[in-house]
């Protein structure tokens, strides 16, 4: 069984400041997600990183994922409230393999 | 296009009850999945259909669970005997294809269970 550990779990910190959120595993995935869930809806999908080392940039967002595709990490700047909401990692097996999702950081912005 | 639709949106029900939670994907696509959330945390997997392909029923915790996918498309999750600890969101997702291509969800189904 895949498992992905996300650190974080509980996370809190004042608009403006930088965070990182982790997601790690002890296997290798073929391509890794980041989902967000705000409270009341199901999660929504930020980002997929295919390659090893690979760089995402969405607006204030920056996704890596490792060199040997066993982790990923997410970095906002300047957090704003609006980014306030559930992270969700989610690593792709090899093959017709489910996704597996991470165990989630909880982000709360304070104004 | 409309999104994943899921059906009741709120359930309170009586220790004992069955319930029946529905989910309606996205119009072809092929993968349908079933995962509970408690509290807000992560994603519990449930159940996963690929097609006409036997589905992958691991992540059911007792048999008091249980998911079918009629035609290809909606889907039942029917809880039998409910008991308090089955109380959590339900949420449904679909997917153009199995593996890891991006997973659509539905808003979920907060069951209570009294």
């Known amino acids: 069984t895949q498992l992905l550990e996300q650190s974080p779990q509980f996370l809190s910190i004042q608009e403006g400041e930088n965070l990182t959120v982790y997601c790690n595993s002890s296997s290798v995935f073929s391509s890794l997600q980041w989902y967000r869930q705000e409270p009341g809806e199901g999660p929504v999908l930020l980002v997929t990183v295919v390659t090893g080392g690979e760089v995402k940039k969405l607006k204030r967002l920056t996704f890596q994922f490792g060199d040997a595709r066993k982790d990923s990490s997410l970095h906002i700047t300047a957090a704003q409230p609006g980014d306030t909401g559930l992270y969700l990692c989610a690593g792709s097996g090899f093959g017709n393999e489910k996704l597996t999702f991470g165990t989630g950081t909880r982000l709360t912005i304070i104004p | 296009g409309a999104g994943v639709s899921q059906s009741p949106s709120n359930k309170v029900t009586e220790k004992g009850k069955d319930v029946e939670l529905r989910c309606d994907p996205i119009s072809g696509h092929t993968a349908l999945y079933w995962y509970r959330q408690s509290l807000g945390q992560g994603l519990e997997f449930l159940i996963y259909?690929?097609?006409?392909?036997?589905?992958?029923k691991s992540g059911l915790p007792s048999d008091r669970f249980s998911a079918e996918r009629t035609g290809g498309s909606v889907s039942t999750l029917t809880i039998q005997r409910t008991q308090q600890e089955d109380s959590a969101v339900y949420l449904c997702?679909?997917?153009?294809?199995?593996?890891?291509?991006?997973?659509?969800f539905g808003p979920g189904t907060r069951l209570t269970v009294t």
């Open positions: 997702a679909s997917s153009s294809s199995g593996g890891g291509y991006e997973q659509y």
């Open positions: 259909f690929q097609g006409n392909s036997a589905p992958d």
